[in-house]
C-alpha cells in the first residue's frame, strides 16, 4: 500500500519520478520536483507515509538540482 499512497501523494504535489518495492521488502525509488513540492515529498516519505506503513529508515542520495526535469509524471515501476 505504500507505494499506491506515494503515487497519489506525488501527483497531488505535482512530484515526477517513480518508486518501486523490493524484493527485501522496501521500497526505493527518485523524485523531482520544483524545491517546496520536493521538500513536502521528502517529509512525508519520511515521517508519514500510507495509513498502514511502519517507517524503519529512510536514505536519501544527495540532492542533485538539475535545469530541467527527467520524467514526464511519477510512476509505479513493477
Same mark, same amino acid.
Given at each position: !500500500?505504500?507505494?499506491k499512497y506515494t503515487l497519489r501523494r506525488a501527483?497531488?504535489?505535482?512530484?515526477?519520478?517513480?518508486?518501486?518495492?523490493?524484493k527485501t521488502n522496501t521500497v526505493k525509488g527518485e523524485i523531482e520536483a520544483y524545491y517546496n513540492p520536493?521538500?513536502?515529498?521528502?517529509?512525508?516519505l519520511k515521517y508519514?507515509?500510507?495509513p498502514t506503513s511502519r517507517i524503519d529508515?529512510?536514505?536519501f542520495s544527495d540532492t542533485i538540482?538539475?535545469?530541467? !526535469?527527467?520524467?514526464?509524471? !511519477?510512476?509505479?515501476?513493477?
Open positions: !500500500f505504500y507505494i501527483q497531488k504535489l505535482g512530484v515526477r519520478g517513480w518508486c518501486q518495492n523490493t520536493f521538500e513536502e515529498m521528502r517529509l512525508w508519514t507515509g500510507s529508515k529512510v536514505v538540482e538539475r535545469p530541467d !526535469f527527467n520524467f514526464q509524471n !511519477f510512476s509505479i515501476v513493477v
